[in-house]
């Protein structure tokens, strides 16, 4: 997953975007332009990008946009967490849930049983008590 996001800012450059928007609003109020920390940041990637010249065989376009395209999906990731988390809950249960059926199936168990997620033992029975 974190390699998607990487590779969709490597592709969109969501902060390109912002700096656009962010420009023409303060083009009233001053002259916009990237800053020196912008800047040096920009110049020291295209120096690590030159010293690997195996990326630029590797990827199509520019190898310096790496390190900026990893910040943009670490600030995407973090953003998006508290959307995503509840989902993370949901589905590792249910995949708990699948494979203890399946896994009691596979034994000639009668799946589930009697306890809810089969097998018994205190990490059910734990688990049975914070999802109740």
Do not use: N
């Amino acid at each position: 997953m974190a390699a998607g996001f990487w590779a969709a800012c490597y592709r969109a450059q969501p902060s390109r975007a912002v700096a656009r928007a962010a420009a023409g609003a303060a083009a009233g109020a001053r002259a916009a332009g990237p800053s020196r920390a912008y800047l040096r940041a920009v110049e020291a990637a295209q120096g690590a990008a030159r010293r690997h010249e195996w990326l630029t065989r590797l990827l199509p376009g520019d190898p310096a946009r790496l390190p900026v395209a990893l910040a943009e999906s670490i600030g995407l990731r973090a953003l998006l967490k508290p959307a995503t988390f509840p989902f993370k809950i949901w589905a590792s249960y249910h995949l708990t849930v699948a494979v203890k059926r399946g896994a009691g199936k596979l034994r000639g168990g009668g799946g589930m049983g009697r306890g809810g997620l089969g097998g018994g033992g205190p990490v059910a029975a734990l688990t049975v008590a914070v999802l109740s």
